[in-house]
């Protein structure tokens, strides 16, 4: 073996090998293969007095997650390589992987280079290996300096969260993301809604609205105040103003991290977690005939930058499948704070590669995935839509109505994107033809609104958010939102509502580090990594003046902080007589003794067995289930001599093709062994 290949992914592998022949062996790392250790002062794994040094170790877990064998294997592959190269992902998080590999296996400078590419295709991968480097050092600085903060913050943070509420967790952005949620909830419950009024007149072919009187915008408080403009008005109306124009809408921007699962969720319905994990299969490569090869570009990333050779194709395919006139530009975003522009916007692999001549290979949430994606790609290098518009001013004894409208006269982008985006013509009468300058209304009426609060959020309005103020980032918006979810302390059900335990945590984090866990922190501290990437600045230096900020505070929150007090249940403790009070674990909450220490008593759960129906291969019967992670399944209640299980809850009726149970699975019932 002539050159050793790591990347991260074991389902690159094949495909990277595949492409650059028999001189390369390609093996994975399975994404980290070490991690801060939790020893030393309040088990951060760093040495506070030594510049915060970090204290790594190989990560330890069960099976596939216990990267010691994994380590001790890629050693023995390196001795027995000429050349080493780490092909790790394009962005921090990768660099520091390689870096990680580069230490755990000893590689020398002269023993190792470093190769990145932002998709997976022949051209791509062939084309990154002629532009080898070295590790950045930088950037896994950068990464290395976010990792300790994480570290710190989540565990001092937690320890304080768990002493002084009822909750669990906390984090860095995490908790600041929480502090969004309920500060618009607060908003919602005091908002006061205000009564307003709008009058409309009623035409033969269109309606107006009243915008002003004598030239000044007009506000209408009261039913009594619209009654009384509707008694002033006549039936006539003056034609006092018509005005068209041509308008062009141009296409949106190719995908960033945070617009594709925006959209995803708006659209296709996918939690953000669900539609990164899709990405990931589509970047790492798709079996399409013969052929394996990633769909999309690097799915991580805030760049809507796109490569010269895939525009110029581009343009070469929209000449030739809709017209030159459908040709446009890549568009640039005004907003560069805090881009990584190292690479490129998500985009498909080929623009030849369609939707409709991959679909066999996908999923049904793969395809409409790549669909959304192909589409927004396309559109963002065609030419503008042309709209013509038309606004007519109505004046009536001083008070002006307005009514506008509009036609697509030319479709431009929305040839590929109309599926995405919300199309109508609004039209009105041709008034260059009217005879009369006066038109009769048939009908005026006052319309009751209230003004209405700020939504709540949404996974799509949350991921906004976040970019907006400049917290968190593309790799970790998904991961946050997930980490929310978990920790009981929102509700999701399609909006964020944060639980009583989501204020509690909130409100005694925002006590005492109020000035660390809010938006400008966060979003100053995102910066400040990006000038230790830069190289600008040295990397301690900004852990040192956090820290010396942060520690006072905790030790202060931990002495002045109340706890709050435990929960009641109603019932009594038999050994003591003292009340049972609900508490918090490792494993969630359970009832005891609130004189703990004095009294350990816990009460025990009992556990409530579920009937469903007979067993078909024992005669048993099957009962509910919950796996060790809560998820409920069926099965036999006489295992293990019987292991008959379902995921889905059977309905009782056997199946009479294979002899099966039937299950129910969104409002159809069908057997999961032979699907009729």
Same mark, same amino acid.
């Given at each position: 073996?002539?050159?050793?290949?790591?990347?991260?992914?074991?389902?690159?592998?094949?495909?990277?090998?595949?492409?650059?022949?028999?001189?390369?062996?390609?093996?994975?790392?399975?994404?980290?293969?070490?991690?801060?250790?939790?020893?030393?002062?309040?088990?951060?794994?760093?040495?506070?007095?030594?510049?915060?040094?970090?204290?790594?170790?190989?990560?330890?877990?069960?099976?596939?997650?216990?990267?010691?064998?994994?380590?001790?294997?890629?050693?023995?592959?390196?001795?027995?390589?000429?050349?080493?190269?780490?092909?790790?992902?394009?962005?921090?998080?990768?660099?520091?992987?390689?870096?990680?590999?580069?230490?755990?296996?000893?590689?020398?400078?002269?023993?190792?280079?470093?190769?990145?590419?932002?998709?997976?295709?022949?051209?791509?991968?062939?084309?990154?290996?002629?532009?080898?480097?070295?590790?950045?050092?930088?950037?896994?600085?950068?990464?290395?300096?976010?990792?300790?903060?994480?570290?710190?913050?989540?565990?001092?943070?937690?320890?304080?969260?768990?002493?002084?509420?009822?909750?669990?967790?906390?984090?860095?952005?995490?908790?600041?993301?929480?502090?969004?949620?309920?500060?618009?909830?607060?908003?919602?419950?005091?908002?006061?809604?205000?009564?307003?009024?709008?009058?409309?007149?009623?035409?033969?072919?269109?309606?107006?609205?009243?915008?002003?009187?004598?030239?000044?915008?007009?506000?209408?408080?009261?039913?009594?105040?619209?009654?009384?403009?509707?008694?002033?008005?006549?039936?006539?109306?003056?034609?006092?103003?018509?005005?068209?124009?041509?308008?062009?809408?141009?296409?949106?921007?190719?995908?960033?991290?945070?617009?594709?699962?925006?959209?995803?969720?708006?659209?296709?319905?996918?939690?953000?977690?669900?539609?990164?994990?899709?990405?990931?299969?589509?970047?790492?490569?798709?079996?399409?005939?013969?052929?394996?090869?990633?769909?999309?570009?690097?799915?991580?990333?805030?760049?809507?930058?796109?490569?010269?050779?895939?525009?110029?194709?581009?343009?070469?395919?929209?000449?030739?499948?809709?017209?030159?006139?459908?040709?446009?530009?890549?568009?640039?975003?005004?907003?560069?704070?805090?881009?990584?522009?190292?690479?490129?916007?998500?985009?498909?692999?080929?623009?030849?590669?369609?939707?409709?001549?991959?679909?066999?290979?996908?999923?049904?949430?793969?395809?409409?995935?790549?669909?959304?994606?192909?589409?927004?790609?396309?559109?963002?290098?065609?030419?503008?839509?042309?709209?013509?518009?038309?606004?007519?001013?109505?004046?009536?004894?001083?008070?002006?109505?307005?009514?506008?409208?509009?036609?697509?006269?030319?479709?431009?982008?929305?040839?590929?994107?109309?599926?995405?985006?919300?199309?109508?013509?609004?039209?009105?009468?041709?008034?260059?033809?009217?005879?009369?300058?006066?038109?009769?209304?048939?009908?005026?009426?006052?319309?009751?609104?209230?003004?209405?609060?700020?939504?709540?959020?949404?996974?799509?309005?949350?991921?906004?958010?976040?970019?907006?103020?400049?917290?968190?980032?593309?790799?970790?918006?998904?991961?946050?939102?997930?980490?929310?979810?978990?920790?009981?302390?929102?509700?999701?059900?399609?909006?964020?509502?944060?639980?009583?335990?989501?204020?509690?945590?909130?409100?005694?984090?925002?006590?005492?580090?109020?000035?660390?866990?809010?938006?400008?922190?966060?979003?100053?501290?995102?910066?400040?990594?990006?000038?230790?990437?830069?190289?600008?600045?040295?990397?301690?230096?900004?852990?040192?003046?956090?820290?010396?900020?942060?520690?006072?505070?905790?030790?202060?929150?931990?002495?002045?902080?109340?706890?709050?007090?435990?929960?009641?249940?109603?019932?009594?403790?038999?050994?003591?007589? +003292?009340?049972?009070?609900?508490?918090?674990? =490792?494993?969630?909450? %359970?009832?005891? #003794?609130?004189? /703990? $220490?004095? @009294?350990? !008593?816990?009460?025990?759960?009992?556990?409530?067995?579920?009937?469903?129906?007979?067993?078909?291969?024992?005669?048993? +019967?099957?009962?509910?289930?919950?796996?060790? =992670?809560?998820?409920? %399944?069926?099965? #036999?209640?006489? /295992? $293990?001599? @019987?292991? !008959?299980?379902?995921?889905?809850?059977?309905?009782?009726?056997?199946?009479?093709?294979?002899?099966?149970?039937?299950?129910?699975?969104?409002?159809?019932?069908?057997?999961?062994?032979?699907?009729?």
């Amino acid at each position: 073996m002539k050159n050793l290949v790591i990347v991260e992914s074991p389902s690159k592998s094949h495909t990277i090998e595949k492409y650059l022949g028999n001189d390369y062996k390609v093996l994975s790392s399975m994404g980290h293969i070490r991690d801060l250790k939790t020893t030393g002062k309040y088990g951060l794994g760093v040495d506070l007095d030594d510049n915060f040094k970090p204290n790594y170790e190989i990560i330890k877990g069960k099976g596939r997650q216990n990267k010691s064998k994994l380590v001790n294997d890629l050693k023995k592959e390196c001795k027995s390589a000429d050349h080493v190269i780490l092909a790790t992902d394009p962005d921090r998080e990768g660099e520091a992987i390689s870096w990680h590999l580069k230490e755990v296996l000893g590689l020398k400078d002269n023993d190792y280079d470093r190769v990145v590419f932002n998709e997976i295709t022949e051209n791509a991968i062939k084309d990154a290996f002629t532009h080898l480097r070295k590790i950045d050092d930088d950037l896994v600085k950068s990464q290395e300096t976010r990792r300790i903060l994480d570290r710190i913050i989540g565990f001092l943070l937690s320890k304080f969260v768990m002493y002084k509420t009822k909750g669990k967790h906390a984090g860095r952005v995490q908790s600041v993301a929480l502090k969004l949620i309920v500060e618009r909830e607060r908003e919602i419950l005091s908002f006061v809604p205000e009564e307003f009024y709008k009058i409309e007149a009623d035409f033969k072919d269109f309606k107006a609205e009243l915008k002003k009187y004598k030239g000044k915008d007009i506000e209408i408080k009261s039913k009594v105040e619209a009654d009384e403009i509707i008694n002033t008005l006549s039936n006539a109306y003056n034609i006092d103003n018509v005005e068209s124009k041509e308008k062009h809408q141009a296409s949106e921007l190719p995908f960033t991290t945070s617009t594709m699962t925006q959209m995803a969720s708006n659209r296709l319905g996918f939690p953000a977690k669900k539609t990164m994990s899709i990405a990931q299969v589509l970047y790492e490569g798709i079996d399409i005939g013969s052929e394996r090869v990633g769909l999309i570009s690097y799915m991580r990333t805030d760049s809507v930058r796109l490569s010269d050779v895939f525009v110029n194709d581009t343009k070469k395919y929209i000449a030739a499948n809709y017209g030159k006139e459908y040709v446009g530009y890549a568009k640039t975003s005004k907003k560069t704070e805090n881009v990584q522009d190292a690479h490129e916007a998500i985009r498909p692999t080929s623009i030849y590669r369609t939707p409709e001549s991959v679909k066999k290979y996908l999923t049904p949430e793969q395809y409409k995935l790549y669909s959304l994606i192909y589409a927004r790609t396309l559109a963002s290098l065609m030419s503008d839509a042309i709209i013509n518009t038309t606004t007519i001013d109505l004046e009536n004894r001083g008070y002006i109505f307005r009514a506008s409208g509009q036609i697509y006269v030319f479709d431009g982008y929305l040839k590929v994107y109309k599926d995405y985006k919300e199309v109508k013509d609004v039209i009105l009468p041709d008034f260059a033809n009217y005879k009369s300058k006066v038109l009769v209304c048939s009908n005026v009426k006052a319309i009751q609104h209230f003004t209405e609060p700020k939504p709540r959020y949404t996974e799509a309005t949350l991921i906004k958010e976040m970019e907006k103020n400049g917290i968190g980032r593309p790799s970790t918006y998904a991961t946050i939102i997930d980490k929310l979810k978990e920790e009981d302390v929102v509700i999701k059900d399609k909006k964020f509502i944060p639980t009583n335990l989501g204020f509690e945590v909130n409100d005694k984090i925002q006590q005492c580090f109020s000035s660390i866990i809010n938006v400008k922190y966060t979003s100053n501290m995102e910066e400040d990594l990006d000038v230790i990437a830069d190289g600008k600045i040295i990397w301690h230096k900004i852990l040192n003046d956090f820290w010396n900020s942060f520690k006072p505070m905790y030790d202060n929150a931990l002495k002045e902080v109340e706890k709050s007090a435990p929960e009641e249940t109603g019932e009594y403790c038999p050994e003591c007589g +003292k009340p049972l009070v609900v508490r918090h674990g =490792k494993y969630g909450k %359970f009832e005891a #003794c609130s004189a /703990y $220490p004095e @009294c350990k !008593y816990i009460k025990k759960e009992e556990k409530k067995i579920v009937e469903i129906c007979d067993c078909p291969k024992c005669g048993h +019967k099957i009962i509910e289930k919950k796996t060790k =992670k809560g998820k409920i %399944f069926y099965g #036999c209640n006489n /295992y $293990p001599k @019987c292991s !008959y299980a379902l995921w889905d809850k059977p309905t009782g009726e056997i199946c009479k093709t294979c002899g099966g149970l039937m299950v129910e699975k969104k409002d159809k019932v069908y057997c999961p062994e032979c699907e009729k």
